[in-house]
């Protein structure tokens, strides 16, 4: 990590105190860094599943940041007296990253669900911000015979962000597999959040 951020352990998984404008002010530190940077938020089922994944539980340890995705995950901190300040909703924190980059000039690979969706996420984003830099796209279909173009594809695209939504654990141990090749300044790992966008699935309700 380029700095120290404050963490908590919930049932021995690390997870970083810290606000959505911190997690945005990293974002913008990770990306002028020149270095690739993986962020993870977990909710309590991959809280669970490092529990049995060691790789797992190494990758969310080694990420550049790892934020609270649910409330249960805010309670729990409370419970055990060390508080955590603020849900990092990944669906949230990815459109919200949308509008940063739309604002500095960030651009962005969509990587990912169906065509489909994927093309329907991308549509719904451009339509609310014009400006917005879509790198490239790719759905989340290939083989592992295709991941050395789907590498080639990103790392040509000179995007400043992957937002990956492929289910977990297979996207945070792809990231970390490949993080010297991909050649972006963040990868998100957004899981279902493109049919959200896309209107195929409704969010959660807040509480």
Known sequence: MMHEIPSTRVLGCRVDKVTMD???ACVDQFITSGKTHQIVVVNVAKIILTMKDQELARIVEDASLVGADGVPVIWSS??????LPERINGTDLMEILVAR???KGYSIFFLGA???ILDKTIETFLSEYPDLRVAGKR????????????????RESEADILFIAISSPFKEKWVNDNLDKLGVGVC?????????IAGLTRRAPVW
């Open 22 to 24: 911190d997690t945005l």
């Open 78 to 83: 409370r419970l055990l007296g060390d508080a």
């Open 101 to 103: 980059a739309a604002e």
């Open 114 to 116: 169906r065509q489909k």
């Open 139 to 154: 759905n989340g279909y290939f083989s592992d015979e295709d991941n050395d173009e789907v590498l080639q594809q990103i």
């Open 188 to 196: 998100h790992g957004v899981g279902g959040s493109f049919d959200v």
